[in-house]
């Protein structure tokens, strides 16, 4: 089995997942470079990605009537694109200046020591320059939206650069996690509509809990570094009541999730998707170990199903009122 020790002197952060692509097909050269993207953990990106994927299948199927064509009630392709790779690009952009600013703490934490710029692999004006770089492609994205998603989206950007402060400062890191990593349930419907609206704002809010939820099971694998350097979360504030807590987050979530299904108007599969989401959550509660770092990240891993349940069953919602006529 492949040694941590061994994982780093070859260039890869000591928990780097093997037989990535990454690793198989970048240079040597590049690796802290993805590593700093976190291009090898793909979650991430997923995780901040569905949000949006929701909130623009909502907005395609808001106040769908019979008669309305397949194409108008499913979610536009090319937002759906634009959205993946600003989801990438931001997502790597945001870990890279978490990186920055974290470097003291990531350089005492046995999990996060062996990152590029704690072990040295990358200087901090080379990372400035590729978070410059991502951030720039991120814009690009922005662009090719309306007026009012362009602003909506730069306005996200001071939230963003709180976040990595509030573990400092707060036992509620995860709650600015979630105002960031749930943007995208405001984008969706903005590049549709050009406004927010009800059903914007209540995703928004489900997709918070559901960000403090998933963050907090990521959260209790470092909980005991965490508390040796200061670091703050609501793993820690929690305990051994997390999985009470996990209740009434994943709850909330699902509660707000069906009334801005509700107030758009979603066809009745959108709410399929919730109940398999709800079932998928639950196994989460039961199953979880605070104290198994390997099973936390796995269950957190988890939460990508949960996206695709939900995004499923939202496409689903629209191709039934376009096909039912024909049935």
Wanted: hydrophobic share 55%.
């Amino acid at each position: 089995m492949e040694t941590i020790q061994s994982r780093t002197s070859q260039g890869r952060v000591a928990d780097a997942p093997s037989g990535h692509w990454v690793y198989r097909m970048l240079p040597r050269a590049a690796w802290p470079y993805a590593q700093l993207a976190r291009w090898d953990r793909p979650i991430g990106w997923w995780l901040l990605l569905w949000p949006c994927w929701w909130s623009t299948a909502l907005a395609a199927s808001a106040y769908a009537r019979p008669g309305d064509s397949l194409a108008s009630l499913l979610p536009s392709p090319w937002f759906l694109l634009l959205f993946l790779i600003g989801a990438i690009a931001m997502r790597g952009a945001g870990c890279t200046y978490n990186d920055l600013v974290d470097e003291g703490i990531d350089s005492q934490v046995e999990r996060t020591r062996s990152r590029p710029l704690p072990s040295g692999q990358v200087t901090r004006k080379q990372a400035w320059a590729f978070l410059v770089a991502q951030a720039l492609t991120g814009l690009a994205v922005l662009l090719q939206f309306n007026d009012f998603a362009i602003l909506l989206g730069i306005s996200s950007l001071a939230v963003v650069a709180a976040y990595p402060f509030m573990k400092r400062i707060t036992n509620w890191p995860q709650f600015v996690l979630g105002l960031a990593f749930s943007w995208g349930a405001l984008m969706g419907w903005a590049a549709e509509f050009a406004d927010i609206d009800a059903p914007a704002i209540l995703l928004y809010a489900g997709a918070i809990l559901w960000t403090i939820g998933y963050d907090t099971i990521y959260a209790h694998q470092d909980k005991e570094d965490d508390a040796l350097v200061g670091v703050k979360s609501t793993a820690r504030l929690f305990g051994d009541q997390t999985k009470s807590w996990l209740i009434g987050l994943y709850g909330g979530a699902l509660l707000l999730f069906a009334l801005a299904f509700a107030a758009a108007g979603a066809p009745m599969p959108a709410l399929a998707g919730l109940v398999a989401a709800g079932i998928h959550m639950t196994r989460q509660i039961i199953a979880l170990d605070i104290n198994d770092p390997a099973q936390c990240l796995r269950l957190f891993k988890s939460n990508t199903v949960v996206g695709w349940l939900i995004f499923v069953g939202l496409l689903a919602g629209g191709a039934w009122v376009a096909l039912k006529p024909l049935m």
